[in-house]
């Protein structure tokens, strides 16, 4: 068994904004609110949510999004935080519930071609490869609330493999999981839902903020 493991959320978390989140506000017709509404209220999970929301973006582009993502800010500390991990030996895994097409684009911007990456699939397909199509591969039948990938699977897993799983997470999707690993870094949302919880967690702002 492994010493420790850094799992760190992407949106909101690594990029100074929700990508996702910002990429539907600039170019999704207006109601793609009213999904994000229906997601949070658990009237249905994250894969519906995403394949409903992206399907209200018209003349959607591998430009348009390449386009949008330069546009994409990440954490000034989190750089300087993945090499002091990576000189230590401690591996980092992004988890995130959203998109890979959108993460590892800005992962390549920005450099960075050590870290795993663990989230959704998507890709343009169809038959004139303009389909942008959504694949679910880190999903679970058990998944409470029906996510397109499971976080509490994964730390689960993890936690088999190594003696400590840090968490690092701002949002939504991380409010399941923060019962799972060892240590908890939360920010706004997720911060505020461990307070109401009773969960033990440390408070940041940045990456800078965190100690390995």
């Not at 799992?7 to 600039?26: A, N, P, Q, R």
């Not at 658990?42 to 018209?58: I, R, Y």
């Not at 409470?144 to 493999?161: D, E, F, I, Y």
Request: with cysteine; proline share 3%.
């Amino acid at each position: 068994m492994r010493d420790m493991i850094i799992v760190s959320d992407f949106d909101g978390t690594i990029t100074k904004t929700d990508t996702l989140s910002k990429f539907l506000e600039d170019y999704a017709d207006p109601k793609w609110l009213d999904i994000e509404n229906d997601w949070r209220e658990g009237k249905f999970g994250s894969q519906e949510c995403l394949v409903k929301q992206f399907a209200l973006v018209p003349n959607l582009t591998p430009e348009l999004i390449d386009n949008f993502l330069d546009t994409m800010e990440i954490d000034e500390g989190f750089i300087p935080f993945a090499l002091r991990a990576k000189k230590n030996g401690i591996p980092i895994v992004i988890l995130s519930d959203g998109l890979d097409y959108f993460i590892n684009k800005i992962l390549e911007k920005n450099k960075i071609d050590f870290v795993n990456v663990i989230t959704n699939h998507a890709y343009f397909g169809g038959k004139y490869n303009t389909d942008f199509i959504i694949e679910f591969p880190n999903d679970s039948k058990h998944c409470s609330n029906n996510a397109g990938t499971c976080k509490c699977k994964v730390v689960k897993n993890l936690k088999k493999r190594y003696k400590k799983v840090v968490y690092i997470g701002d949002g939504a999707s991380d409010f399941c999981v923060s019962k799972e690993p060892d240590i908890v870094y939360a920010k706004s949302g997720l911060a505020e839902y461990c307070k109401r919880n009773n969960l033990k967690h440390i408070e940041f702002k940045n990456y800078s903020d965190i100690k390995l």
